[in-house]
């Protein structure tokens, strides 16, 4: 409703991209389905004279979510895709093209890999994987062919958390383009753009839509790369379901208490889980013990509710009994939901430019908001079968 830069992120959320008066005074935009839009008159249709010209191109729902995501990140325009998968290809796709050489994060989501390792290398488009922690070292693998440095702080797995201002100097020095995936941290907790990120994706699957309900992607570039960006999405026609777009912007609203709520209550299991013997090392950047907690506390204004774990060495079969009992917790990909998940994950089989080798078995926890109380019962019956077949 009201655009003032001076607004705080909460209030944003709440007033971002709405317009009641256009709507009759309802205070949401509703779902506009079409294909079709109608010109007045010929004039009109040849001049292409009117705010929406056909369904790829948006509508007043599309619309709304893009200019309330775009205040929140800081950033010139953002675009909607129908995951966030697809928006990382988007955003892969407005920078590459063949013959260019592109860095990505060995950390990286796997299903960004396979992109890159089959999409974009039949474009002739050629990937060099990059540790995580390597800083400004990045500078060593750039070759006169470079055009994009791809980011994803922290590692939705293993929890890096990147040196971005140390990659972005040297990125702008070479003039080339970087690209993040901040679904972990959100623009709330991460303003990417502000820390000089070029084009930053989030997957609206998770916290904006917190429900498990929905599948989005958004892009948000700034003024140097959104007309790029945008042309990129219209040649496409990539677009996002109505739908999907309503329910990510009544997750909008929300975005900063649910956020804040899955940081107090992750905070609060980690911390419970720091202390069991079964458990080798959390990966919860707020824990000082944490690798990437100094980093995490230099440039992140919160910590989301999903983090890792390390547990000591056990065999198989005390894993399963830990993990099919569990009665609150489910096992299932994805995560940012109102419920709490579980999951193991190995990076050693898919890594190619570090080394993964934890201790025992990894675990990664998204924690919702059920008590807190009633989750550690539940992971302190885990330990007890783990403890029980091990
Ligand atoms: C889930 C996820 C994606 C992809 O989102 P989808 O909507 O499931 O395609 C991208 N990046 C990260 C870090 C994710 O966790």
Known sequence: MTKDKNLRPRTKLVHAGRHPFEQHGFINTPIYRGSTVLFPTYADLLARNARFSYGTVGTPTTEALETAWSEIAGAEGTVLAPSGLAAIALALLTVAKSGDHILVTDSVYRPTRNFCDTILQRLGVETTYYDPLIGAGIESLIRPNTRAIFLESPGSQSLEFQDVPAIVAVAQAKEIPTILDNTWATPLFFPSHAHGIDLAVEAGTKYLSGHSDLLLGLVSANATWFKRLRATFDAFAMCAGP?????????????????????????????????????????????????????????????????????????????????????????????????????????????TATQFDPPGPALRFSIGLEDPQDLIADLEAAFARLKARN
């Not at 013990?289 to 005390?318: M, V």
């Open 243 to 351: 739908e999907d777009i309503f329910l990510a912007l009544r997750g909008l609203r929300t975005l900063e208490l649910r956020l804040r709520e899955a940081e107090r209550q992750g905070l609060a299991i980690a911390e419970w889980l720091v202390k069991r013997p079964e458990v080798a090392q959390v990966l919860h950047p707020a824990l000082p013990t944490c690798p990437g907690h100094a980093i995490w506390k230099r440039d992140f204004r919160g910590a989301s509710g999903l983090f890792s774990l390390y547990l000591n060495p056990c065999s198989q079969e005390a894993l399963a009994a830990f993990l099919d009992g569990l009665r609150l917790f489910g096992m299932g990909y994805s995560w940012g939901g109102y419920e709490s998940l579980v999951v193991p994950f190995d990076c050693r089989t898919y890594r």
